[in-house]
């Protein structure tokens, strides 16, 4: 069990090749407006999540996590308690130390429904989301609060999900969301893009990327040259850090 008797006012991300992150230029602006001098963000960058345990050992004075690609899940069974909500989902990204251990939870929920409120048409009712990692797991949770109905599509396809070759005019025309939760158009690799059948988009899509830089995209630069509405990554990354924040402030017991 990790303890949070003699904490300091270390924070950070773990996850893998992190050198681009949003979490820590985020919160160190943060600690700055709020004038927190002794508080500070730092990226832990693991090869493995089996080096995990190392990190906690080395660092006594950690605070609280994020958790990004490709470790929300596989971090699971590191925590020694885990909210009922990323239970359901399967993915945790945000670790609160309370005075039991390791609390898990999941504020890419928060993020994306807040992000996309607002943005949704009527006629939004079917969804295709874009890769099959923890936060699409998220997305999915959140669709399903909203009575949206939704078709994962990847690579690799597993049991009831498609693949990028299966879509065709009967699944783009009539799923006018689509969320990509790959890291395809990320920085540096801006050339890259979900190879999907762009014809078929058209003004009554919203495609909605969760990559955040480039702010624009490949695959959003698609949807706009057909007159979709489109939106990036930043808010829903703002709105899930301030929701992470808020954990890491929770009184415990």
Same mark, same amino acid.
């Given at each position: 069990?990790?303890?949070?008797?003699?904490?300091?006012?270390?924070?950070?991300?773990? +996850?893998?090749?992190? %050198?681009? #992150?949003?979490?820590?230029?985020?919160?160190?602006? !943060?600690?700055?407006? $709020? @004038?927190?001098?002794?508080?500070?963000?730092?990226?832990?960058?693991?090869?493995?999540?089996?080096?995990?345990?190392?990190?906690?050992?080395?660092?006594?004075?950690?605070?609280?996590?994020?958790?990004?690609?490709?470790?929300?899940?596989?971090?699971?069974?590191?925590?020694?308690?885990?909210?009922?909500?990323?239970?359901?989902?399967?993915?945790?990204?945000?670790?609160?130390?309370?005075?039991?251990?390791?609390?898990?939870?999941?504020?890419?929920?928060? +993020?994306?429904?807040? %992000?996309? #409120?607002?943005?949704?048409?009527?006629?939004?009712? !079917?969804?295709?989301? $874009? @890769?099959?990692?923890?936060?699409?797991?998220?997305?999915?949770?959140?669709?399903?609060?909203?009575?949206?109905?939704?078709?994962?599509?990847?690579?690799?396809?597993?049991?009831?999900?498609?693949?990028?070759?299966?879509?065709?005019?009967?699944?783009?025309?009539?799923?006018?969301?689509?969320?990509?939760?790959?890291?395809?158009?990320?920085?540096?690799?801006?050339?890259?893009?979900?190879?999907?059948?762009?014809?078929?988009?058209?003004?009554?899509?919203?495609?909605?990327?969760?990559?955040?830089?480039?702010?624009?995209?490949?695959?959003?630069?698609?949807?706009?040259?057909? @007159?979709?509405?489109?939106?990036?990554?930043?808010?829903?990354?703002?709105?899930?850090?301030?929701?992470?924040?808020?954990?890491?402030?929770?009184?415990?017991?």
């Amino acid at each position: 069990m990790v303890r949070a008797d003699n904490k300091k006012n270390r924070y950070g991300l773990v +996850g893998k090749n992190i %050198a681009y #992150s949003f979490s820590r230029s985020y919160f160190t602006n !943060k600690f700055q407006t $709020l @004038g927190l001098t002794d508080h500070v963000y730092e990226n832990f960058d693991l090869e493995d999540i089996d080096q995990f345990p190392s990190l906690l050992l080395s660092h006594k004075d950690l605070c609280g996590l994020n958790v990004t690609i490709p470790y929300k899940e596989v971090i699971i069974p590191y925590l020694d308690e885990i909210d009922p909500k990323a239970a359901a989902i399967g993915a945790v990204n945000t670790i609160q130390f309370t005075a039991r251990g390791l609390s898990g939870h999941n504020t890419d929920v928060f +993020g994306f429904k807040k %992000a996309i #409120s607002g943005m949704l048409q009527p006629g939004d009712k !079917k969804a295709l989301i $874009l @890769g099959t990692g923890g936060a699409s797991k998220a997305v999915a949770y959140v669709l399903g609060e909203m009575n949206i109905e939704y078709r994962f599509v990847s690579r690799t396809p597993g049991d009831r999900q498609l693949s990028y070759q299966d879509l065709g005019p009967e699944h783009l025309p009539t799923h006018t969301l689509v969320i990509n939760c790959t890291p395809l158009g990320t920085f540096p690799n801006l050339s890259q893009k979900p190879p999907l059948p762009y014809h078929h988009i058209s003004d009554r899509h919203f495609l909605f990327d969760l990559i955040y830089n480039p702010a624009e995209t490949l695959f959003l630069k698609e949807g706009l040259q057909r @007159g979709a509405r489109v939106l990036n990554g930043q808010r829903m990354l703002e709105f899930q850090a301030e929701k992470a924040w808020e954990i890491w402030n929770m009184p415990f017991h």
